[in-house]
């Protein structure tokens, strides 16, 4: 099996697709520094950080593998999405009572994501996926 290059015949749909997945995992990272930041203090705000940073770090790993035509890594992303999903649209609503700009960033996250994962299933998507070598 030989190595393909990372940007070859990859379709537009699937660009976009990652560049919202990306966008949507940046902007989770910075938040949840920043709010780390707001509720923790000394070692347990470094050891918060570095958990956030891998766990983050695993989901630019993810994508980078999607980008470079692993269809593992989208059928991981689709699952981690629909099982998320409710978690993540109770806690929002929470969170949107308590301050009305991390709720609605929050949604907006997960909009991008949702957005982003869906373009990966389009059928343009799934005939790129299914051309690797």
């Not at 999405?81 to 997960?110: C, D, H, W």
């Amino acid at each position: 099996m030989t190595e393909q290059q990372p940007n070859a015949e990859r379709p537009p749909i699937v660009m976009r697709s990652v560049q919202l997945l990306m966008s949507a995992l940046a902007i989770g990272l910075i938040t949840s520094i920043i709010r780390l930041t707001q509720r923790a203090a000394g070692a347990p705000l470094v050891v918060a950080s570095l958990i956030v940073i891998a766990v983050f770090g695993l989901g630019f790993l993810l994508i980078w593998q999607i980008a470079t035509r692993r269809n593992w890594a989208r059928i991981v992303l689709l699952v981690l999405i629909l099982f998320g999903l409710p978690f993540a649209s109770l806690a929002y609503m929470q969170e949107l009572k308590r301050n009305v700009f991390s709720g609605a960033l929050g949604i907006f996250i997960t909009l991008l994501q949702l957005i982003g994962t869906y373009l990966l299933l389009t059928k343009q998507s799934n005939l790129w996926f299914r051309k690797r070598k």
